[in-house]
C-alpha cells in the first residue's frame, strides 16, 4: 500500500550490512503467518541465555530450521560461550553449535577478561567450525562497569581481531560479513551506554563514534525510547539489538521514516519538542548555536539558570539534545541537538 510515499531502505535484501536488526527469542511464539511479514525486517535472532542447553536438542534444531526458512540467521547467546570458555569447553560448543545449525557464536566477557592472543584462539576454534562470531562489550551488573575508556580500549583490540566467514546454513551470493562490536545493554537501565533512568549517555556514544563509524557497532536497545533515540540520531542506517519481537513493526517504521507511538517527536522525520515554552526556545538556540554552553544560554536568553537546566532535561528525556563535557574546561557543559544524520 502506499508505495510511492514508503520510504525505502539503504540496504533493502538480506544480508544487510546496515540497518541492521537483531532480536532476542525469548521462546515467543513463531506463528508463521506473522512471521512471514516480520522476517525481512529481522537480521538475527539470539537465543536467550541457556535456553538452548535446556531445549531437547530435535526441538532446538526445529526452531532454528524455522528461522533459516524464513532467511534470518541465528546466534547464541554469551553466557553459554563464556560458560565454554570457562569449562574449557569451546571446541565442544562451537562443534554442537555447528552441528545444530546456528550461524553465529556470541562471545563476552562478563565474568572473564580475555588477553588478545586468548581472543585469537577462541576466533580461531569458532571459524574452523564454518561460523561466524560476535563479541559483545561489557558487563551487565550496574555496580561493575568498565567506563568510556576501558571500552574504547576493548573496541580497540577487537577490531585486529580477523572477520567471519560464510555460514552455511543459508545461502546468499557474495556474502561477507562485516565485523560487529555489539554494546552490552542488559535491561537496558545504568549498564554502558545508558544512565540510571535509561537515557543515552551521549558523551559516550560521541568517544566511541569519534574513533570509528556507527556501522562498526551494534547498539543493544532494549527500551522502546532507546531505539526511537538511535534512529533519530543516526538514522535508518543504525545497526540495533535486543529488539524484542513485539517491537520489530515499530523499529522498522520509524526506519522508514513513519512515526510510531515509542518516538513521538524524536523521529527523525520530526523533531520539534514537547512541553511549554521554556524547553521550546532552549531547543530552538540549541539548535541554532550548537555547540553551546549553560552560560551562554543564560547570557542569550535571560532565563534563571534553574529553568534552563529543567528545560534541558526535558529535551533530553525527549532524546532532542545530547551533554557532553567541554573539552577546555570538564566543569562545563556542551549540548547539542541529536542529530538524524549518518555520521
Known amino acids: 500500500m502506499l508505495d510511492d510515499l514508503v520510504k525505502g531502505r539503504v540496504d533493502d535484501k538480506k544480508p544487510r550490512k546496515e540497518g541492521l536488526t537483531y532480536v532476542i527469542d525469548k521462546l515467543h511464539g513463531t506463528y508463521s503467518d506473522n512471521f512471514e511479514i516480520l522476517s525481512p525486517m529481522i537480521d538475527v ?3 536467550y541465555g541457556i535456553l538452548p ?3 531437547p536438542e530435535t526441538l532446538l534444531r526445529k526452531r532454528i530450521k524455522f528461522y533459516h526458512d524464513y532467511d534470518v540467521r541465528v546466534s547464541t547467546g ?5 560458560y565454554a570458555i570457562i569449562e574449557n569447553s569451546l571446541d ?3 562443534t554442537e553449535a555447528a552441528k545444530n545449525g546456528f550461524d553465529i557464536i556470541e562471545i563476552g566477557e562478563n565474568n572473564i577478561d580475555l588477553d588478545l592472543e586468548h581472543r585469537e584462539k577462541i576466533m580461531d576454534v569458532i571459524l574452523s567450525k564454518g561460523l561466524e562470531y560476535h563479541w559483545i562489550i561489557g ?7 568498565l567506563g568510556v575508556n576501558r571500552t574504547l580500549e576493548k573496541v580497540d583490540e577487537l577490531m585486529k581481531l580477523p572477520n567471519g566467514i560464510k555460514s552455511n546454513n543459508i545461502s546468499s551470493n557474495n556474502y561477507k560479513p562485516t565485523p560487529k562490536v555489539i554494546l552490552e545493554a542488559n535491561e537496558g537501565i545504568n549498564v554502558g551506554i545508558y544512565d540510571e533512568k535509561g537515557l543515552i549517555k551521549w558523551s559516550f556514544i560521541e568517544a566511541l563514534t569519534a574513533r570509528y563509524p556507527p556501522s562498526d557497532f551494534m547498539f543493544e536497545t ?4 532507546q531505539q526511537s533515540a538511535m534512529i533519530a540520531e543516526f538514522g535508518q542506517r543504525v545497526n540495533l539489538a535486543a529488539v524484542s519481537i513485539d517491537n520489530i513493526a515499530e523499529v522498522e517504521a520509524q526506519r522508514r521514516g513513519f512515526l ?3 518516538s513521538y517527536d524524536i523521529s527523525y522525520n520530526r523533531k520539534e519538542p514537547e512541553g511549554g515554552p521554556a524547553p521550546k526556545f532552549i531547543y530552538y538556540i540549541i539548535k541554532t548555536k550548537h555547540p553551546i554552553e549553560q552560560s551562554e544560554l543564560i547570557a542569550l536568553t535571560h532565563l534563571p539558570r534553574r529553568t534552563i537546566q529543567n528545560a534541558i532535561d526535558e529535551l533530553k528525556q525527549q532524546g532532542l539534545v545530547k551533554e557532553r563535557n567541554s573539552l577546555e574546561d570538564t566543569r562545563k557543559k556542551i ?3 541529536v542529530m538524524s544524520d549518518w555520521l
Not at 139 to 145: G, L, N, V, Y
Not at 222 to 225: F, T
Request: net charge positive.
Open 45 to 47: 535472532v539470539r537465543m
Open 53 to 55: 542447553l535446556l531445549m
Open 78 to 82: 554469551s553466557t553459554i560461550a563464556e
Open 92 to 94: 565442544r560448543f562451537a
Open 139 to 145: 558487563r551487565k551488573d550496574p555496580r561493575h562497569q
Open 222 to 225: 532494549p527500551l522502546e525510547h
Open 260 to 262: 510510531s507511538k515509542s
Open 335 to 337: 549540548y547539542d541537538p
